[in-house]
Nanobody, 123 residues
Framework: QVQLVESGGGLVQAGGSLRLSCAAS????????MGWFRQLPGKERELVAT????????TYGESVKGRFSISRDSAKSLVYLQMSNLKPEDTAVYFC????????????????WGQGTQVTVSS
């Protein structure tokens, strides 16, 4: 089974950019649909972006469309989330996740999760 470790979170001013990375271990990384979700305390995990196993299809949550971009480098077993024009409401813990279900968008369909990385956007 694949294991995931996120990095790249931090503090940034509104309007700024950050790139999150998710490093995967395990030989089957290229078979997984990958996703980024975010969560605030006491709230459910929210879809940010997903990408299919070969990178041919991406989807985004409505609140991040046009600002965030997901990509993957299967040769390096990495998934990225490029975040631009960040807003204070983007502040959350961001999680990388893997799913065996093609095109999965629901957090319930993701069964492997990283530990999360904090993103804080100041106004």
């Amino acid at each position: 089974q694949v294991q995931l470790v996120e990095s790249g979170g931090g503090l940034v001013q509104a309007g700024g950019s950050l790139r999150l990375s998710c490093a995967a271990s395990g030989r089957t990384f290229s078979a997984y649909n990958m996703g980024w979700f975010r969560q605030l305390p006491g709230k459910e995990r929210e879809l940010v972006a997903t990408i299919t196993s070969r990178g041919g299809l991406t989807t985004y949550g409505e609140s991040v469309k046009g600002r965030f971009s997901i990509s993957r480098d299967s040769a390096k077993s990495l998934v990225y989330l490029q975040m631009s024009n960040l807003k204070p409401e983007d502040t959350a813990v961001y999680f990388c996740a893997a799913s065996a279900i093609f095109g999965a968008r629901n957090a319930a369909n993701y069964d492997v999760w990283g530990q999360g990385t904090q993103v804080t956007v100041s106004s």
